[in-house]
């Protein structure tokens, strides 16, 4: 598995952001969000219990993610268009306001090796890179287990407070130098 200190890989995968018929779909990749703190949370079944409770959840906390500069993509292995049937299907699900980004292939879930050996599907991984795409974060659940979209903001905020803190020794130890 991808673990922190690690430069996260590249991708580029189709995503839906609403579902309407026109501009539902983009494209994201690794560098859409170049400076950037990025969170990304993968997800492993539609249409189960578990992600239309973590996932609205997420949701409802984009404001406090864009306060801190973040930008979220949500990351499963069905298709862009599986997403947006999905979102039209789940009142809690219509107004996402984050990319849902499809990894059809698996591709991105094999280079983290973050897929159920047993169940075939990507577990429930969350990964939180820096702006410069170095992996800071990571959590993974099993298919069963719930995440609070709270704690992902906890450790993002825990992340920025560490890089201000390092700034300020930095800035510390040069004005001893001067001194």
Same mark, same amino acid.
């Given at each position: 598995m991808l673990m922190t200190g690690n430069t996260f890989p590249d991708f580029r995968l189709k995503a839906v952001i609403s579902i309407d018929e026109d501009g539902a779909f983009i494209d994201v990749g690794r560098d859409s969000a170049a400076g950037q703190w990025t969170v990304l949370f993968f997800w492993p079944i539609d249409f189960s219990f578990v992600c239309p /409770?973590?996932?609205?959840?997420? %949701?409802?906390?984009? *404001?406090?993610?864009?306060?801190? %500069?973040?930008?979220?993509?949500?990351? %499963? &292995?069905? /298709?862009? &268009?599986?997403?947006?049937?999905?979102?039209?299907?789940?009142?809690?699900?219509? *107004?996402?306001?984050?990319?849902?980004?499809?990894?059809? *292939? %698996?591709?991105?879930?094999?280079?983290l090796n973050i897929v159920d050996g047993d169940e075939g599907v990507v577990l429930r991984a969350t990964y939180i890179m820096d702006p410069y795409r170095m992996v800071r974060f990571v959590s993974v659940n099993g298919l069963r287990e719930c995440r609070d979209p709270r704690e992902t903001l906890r450790a993002l905020d825990s992340l920025q407070a560490d890089d201000r803190r390092r700034c300020g020794l930095r800035q510390h130890r040069a004005e001893l130098r001067v001194a």
């Open positions: /409770s973590e996932m609205p959840e997420l %949701g409802r906390l984009k *404001d406090a993610f864009e306060a801190r %500069g973040a930008v979220v993509y949500c990351v %499963g &292995t069905e /298709s862009e &268009t599986v997403y947006r049937a999905w979102r039209r299907l789940h009142a809690s699900l219509r *107004d996402f306001p984050f990319p849902m980004l499809a990894d059809v *292939d %698996g591709k991105l879930a094999r280079a």
